[in-house]
Protein backbone atom coordinates (compact mmCIF):
# COMPACT_ATOMS: atom_id res chain seq x y z
CA UNK A 1 0.00 0.00 0.00
CA UNK A 2 1.22 2.89 -1.19
CA UNK A 3 0.55 7.15 -0.84
CA UNK A 4 1.83 10.08 -2.99
CA UNK A 5 2.98 13.11 -0.84
CA UNK A 6 3.85 15.72 -2.50
CA UNK A 7 4.61 13.92 -5.88
CA UNK A 8 6.95 11.49 -3.91
CA UNK A 9 5.52 7.58 -3.07
CA UNK A 10 5.77 6.32 0.56
CA UNK A 11 5.22 3.13 1.54
CA UNK A 12 2.23 2.75 4.41
CA UNK A 13 2.86 1.62 7.55
CA UNK A 14 2.49 -2.03 9.06
CA UNK A 15 0.31 -0.16 12.18
CA UNK A 16 -3.11 0.65 11.60
CA UNK A 17 -3.11 2.51 14.64
CA UNK A 18 -0.44 5.11 12.93
CA UNK A 19 -2.39 8.64 12.26
CA UNK A 20 -1.62 10.10 8.50
CA UNK A 21 -0.45 13.31 10.74
CA UNK A 22 2.18 11.27 12.27
CA UNK A 23 3.16 9.27 9.06
CA UNK A 24 3.85 12.10 7.65
CA UNK A 25 6.05 13.98 10.61
CA UNK A 26 7.62 11.00 11.16
CA UNK A 27 7.67 8.37 8.35
CA UNK A 28 7.97 10.96 5.88
CA UNK A 29 10.14 13.23 7.60
CA UNK A 30 7.80 16.43 6.74
CA UNK A 31 8.03 18.69 9.90
CA UNK A 32 5.83 21.39 8.53
CA UNK A 33 2.92 19.82 9.18
CA UNK A 34 2.28 20.49 12.89
CA UNK A 35 0.62 18.70 15.77
CA UNK A 36 -1.72 20.84 17.92
CA UNK A 37 -4.51 19.14 19.78
CA UNK A 38 -4.20 15.91 17.89
CA UNK A 39 -8.26 16.46 18.01
CA UNK A 40 -9.45 17.40 15.18
CA UNK A 41 -9.88 20.79 17.09
CA UNK A 42 -7.39 23.24 16.12
CA UNK A 43 -6.64 22.80 12.41
CA UNK A 44 -2.73 23.12 12.48
CA UNK A 45 -2.35 19.32 11.35
CA UNK A 46 -4.38 20.45 7.69
CA UNK A 47 -3.04 18.70 4.64
CA UNK A 48 -5.09 18.58 1.17
CA UNK A 49 -5.84 14.59 0.56
CA UNK A 50 -6.67 14.68 -3.26
CA UNK A 51 -7.35 18.54 -3.25
CA UNK A 52 -10.14 18.38 -0.44
CA UNK A 53 -8.46 19.72 3.19
CA UNK A 54 -8.59 17.20 6.47
CA UNK A 55 -7.63 17.36 9.90
CA UNK A 56 -4.58 14.60 9.30
CA UNK A 57 -4.70 13.78 13.36
CA UNK A 58 -7.99 12.43 12.65
CA UNK A 59 -7.17 9.74 9.68
CA UNK A 60 -5.82 6.52 9.74
CA UNK A 61 -2.62 6.10 7.45
CA UNK A 62 -3.44 3.00 6.28
CA UNK A 63 -7.04 4.42 4.39
CA UNK A 64 -5.54 6.20 2.54
CA UNK A 65 -3.67 3.21 0.00
CA UNK A 66 -3.53 5.42 -3.55
CA UNK A 67 -4.39 9.02 -2.43
CA UNK A 68 -1.94 12.14 -3.47
CA UNK A 69 -1.65 14.01 -0.25
CA UNK A 70 -0.08 17.89 -0.21
CA UNK A 71 1.90 19.54 2.74
CA UNK A 72 2.71 22.89 3.39
CA UNK A 73 5.73 21.67 1.58
CA UNK A 74 4.54 20.45 -1.20
CA UNK A 75 2.64 23.89 -2.03
CA UNK A 76 5.67 25.73 -2.78
CA UNK A 77 9.64 26.82 -1.33
CA UNK A 78 11.43 29.43 0.42
CA UNK A 79 12.58 30.35 -3.09
CA UNK A 80 8.97 30.03 -5.07
CA UNK A 81 6.12 30.00 -2.56
CA UNK A 82 2.56 29.76 -3.79
CA UNK A 83 0.56 32.84 -4.00
CA UNK A 84 -1.22 31.88 -0.52
CA UNK A 85 2.23 31.46 0.91
CA UNK A 86 3.03 34.90 -0.28
CA UNK A 87 0.08 36.78 1.01
CA UNK A 88 0.65 35.34 4.34
CA UNK A 89 4.37 36.95 4.17
CA UNK A 90 3.05 40.15 2.66
CA UNK A 91 0.40 40.39 5.57
CA UNK A 92 2.07 39.02 8.03
CA UNK A 93 -0.52 36.49 8.79
CA UNK A 94 1.41 34.95 12.03
CA UNK A 95 2.50 35.22 15.20
CA UNK A 96 4.08 32.55 16.26
CA UNK A 97 3.86 30.42 12.94
CA UNK A 98 2.90 27.32 15.32
CA UNK A 99 -0.98 27.24 12.89
CA UNK A 100 0.06 28.79 9.63
CA UNK A 101 1.25 25.27 7.30
CA UNK A 102 -2.29 24.16 8.55
CA UNK A 103 -4.46 28.07 7.72
CA UNK A 104 -2.65 28.15 4.19
CA UNK A 105 -3.02 24.82 3.02
CA UNK A 106 -7.14 25.09 4.46
CA UNK A 107 -7.04 28.85 2.96
CA UNK A 108 -5.64 26.99 -0.66
CA UNK A 109 -8.03 24.19 -0.55
CA UNK A 110 -11.09 27.06 0.72
CA UNK A 111 -10.45 29.02 -2.64
CA UNK A 112 -10.48 26.03 -4.73
CA UNK A 113 -13.53 24.78 -3.31
CA UNK A 114 -15.08 28.33 -4.14
CA UNK A 115 -14.18 28.38 -7.31
CA UNK A 116 -15.68 24.70 -7.43
CA UNK A 117 -19.24 26.36 -6.61
CA UNK A 118 -19.92 24.59 -3.47
CA UNK A 119 -22.07 26.63 -1.23
CA UNK A 120 -21.78 30.21 -0.63
CA UNK A 121 -23.17 32.45 1.72
CA UNK A 122 -22.36 35.16 -0.69
CA UNK A 123 -24.80 33.90 -3.12
CA UNK A 124 -27.20 31.38 -3.95
CA UNK A 125 -26.43 31.76 -7.43
CA UNK A 126 -23.77 28.74 -8.22
CA UNK A 127 -23.19 30.17 -11.77
CA UNK A 128 -21.70 33.65 -9.98
CA UNK A 129 -18.42 33.82 -9.16
CA UNK A 130 -19.14 34.11 -5.55
CA UNK A 131 -17.65 37.73 -3.59
CA UNK A 132 -15.61 36.54 -1.00
CA UNK A 133 -16.33 38.71 1.87
CA UNK A 134 -14.12 39.15 5.43
CA UNK A 135 -17.02 37.35 7.22
CA UNK A 136 -17.08 34.37 4.52
CA UNK A 137 -13.37 33.64 5.00
CA UNK A 138 -13.56 33.53 8.94
CA UNK A 139 -16.75 30.87 8.79
CA UNK A 140 -15.19 28.96 6.04
CA UNK A 141 -12.09 29.42 7.76
CA UNK A 142 -13.50 28.52 11.86
CA UNK A 143 -11.65 25.30 11.84
CA UNK A 144 -8.20 26.87 12.19
CA UNK A 145 -7.36 28.38 15.22
CA UNK A 146 -4.39 30.82 16.17
CA UNK A 147 -3.69 30.86 19.62
CA UNK A 148 -1.68 34.40 19.15
CA UNK A 149 -5.29 35.83 17.48
CA UNK A 150 -3.52 37.31 14.45
CA UNK A 151 -7.28 36.79 12.69
CA UNK A 152 -7.29 40.33 10.95
CA UNK A 153 -3.69 39.54 8.91
CA UNK A 154 -4.67 36.12 8.03
CA UNK A 155 -7.64 37.12 6.51
CA UNK A 156 -6.25 39.97 4.90
CA UNK A 157 -3.77 37.62 3.20
CA UNK A 158 -6.25 35.15 2.06
CA UNK A 159 -8.66 37.82 0.23
CA UNK A 160 -5.38 39.13 -1.57
CA UNK A 161 -5.32 35.74 -3.39
CA UNK A 162 -8.99 36.13 -3.27
CA UNK A 163 -9.37 39.43 -5.53
FE1 LIG B 1 -5.25 17.92 14.25
FE2 LIG B 1 -5.42 19.86 16.11
S1 LIG B 1 -3.70 18.58 15.61
S2 LIG B 1 -6.88 19.34 14.60
Redesign the pocket.
Known sequence: MTISINGQDHTLPDDPRTSL?DFIRRDAGLTGT?????????????VLVNGVRI????SLAVTHDGDTVTTIEGLGQVATPSAMQQAFVDHDGFQCGYCTP?QICSATAMLQEIAAGWPSDATEDLEAKPQVTGEEIRERMSGNLCRCGAYANIVAAIQQVAD
Open positions: LKKGCDHGQCGACTNSCLG
